[in-house]
């Protein structure tokens, strides 16, 4: 079954303490994108791969960073979250970034405390 | 900055009735929109993309894409309680005539009344 398989669905932490939201897809897809949800705001793009290797910062990129070392898996990682990031976030991949459906993960719910 | 607005709604519309959901861009560039549809707490899933002015018919759905004036809708005809979920407008931000991304306007609440 094609799909984009995210983890923690949930996940509550502390202050400063270093996480991991993994993002896989089994589609071959070239393209793959973070966004965070919150209330009032929308969808915003934290970063995007273009491929392999090829990463850049969306529009709220501040706190984050993304790996893009296999086409499959395009990790999210907080070194020192703080609750400010507490949000939905939700992994996405497309086959190109140019006119193609963008299938989106499950969702993971951080809480920073 | 490049944005997409749309009205957040709530739109309330009983069943049966059409529900017109609508959105505006302002890159001018843009050459695809899609729209998604997101029930609360589970993630968006398309429903419509059109590249092309004019109209897009799929089902009880119709997109409208007018590039000259930078908007885009959606109609929802027979509209059911099961519509009931903010529709996401997106559209695909040109970054450098290279690269780009898929850009999502905040959704607009629809409610479907039996």
């Known amino acids: 079954e094609a799909q984009v398989t995210q983890n923690p669905r949930y996940l509550i932490t502390v202050t400063g303490k270093k996480l991991t939201v993994t993002c896989s897809q089994n589609?071959?897809?070239?393209?793959m994108s973070w966004y965070r949800q919150d209330p009032g705001l929308g969808l915003r793009q934290i970063y995007y791969?273009?491929?392999?290797?090829?990463?850049d910062k969306g529009d709220v990129p501040e706190g984050y960073k993304v790996s893009r070392k296999e086409k499959r898996n395009f990790p999210l990682i907080l070194e020192s979250p703080s609750p400010n990031q507490t949000s939905l976030y939700f992994c996405?991949?497309?086959?190109?970034?140019?006119?193609?459906?963008?299938?989106f993960g499950q969702g993971t719910r951080l809480t920073v405390v | 900055q490049k944005e997409v607005e749309q009205n957040s709604g709530p739109l309330s519309v009983p069943e049966g009735a059409i529900a017109s959901l609508n959105c505006t861009y302002s890159?001018?560039?843009?050459?695809?929109f899609f729209w998604y549809r997101q029930y609360s707490g589970k993630s968006p899933e398309l429903i419509m993309f059109?590249?092309?002015?004019g109209d897009k018919e799929d089902g009880r759905f119709t997109a409208q894409l007018n590039k000259a004036s930078q908007y885009v809708s959606l109609l929802i005809r027979d509209s059911q309680p099961s519509d009931s979920a903010t529709y996401l407008c997106?559209?695909?931000?040109?970054?450098?005539?290279?690269?780009?991304?898929?850009?999502f306007g905040k959704g607009t609440k629809l409610s479907v009344k039996p």
């Open positions: 996405a991949s497309s086959l190109n970034w140019v006119n193609t459906e963008a299938f």
């Open positions: 589609m071959n897809h070239e393209y």
């Open positions: 791969s273009m491929n392999v290797e090829v990463t």
């Open positions: 890159d001018r560039g843009s050459q695809s």
């Open positions: 059109i590249y092309s002015n």
């Open positions: 997106a559209v695909i931000s040109i970054r450098g005539g290279s690269q780009g991304n898929l850009i």
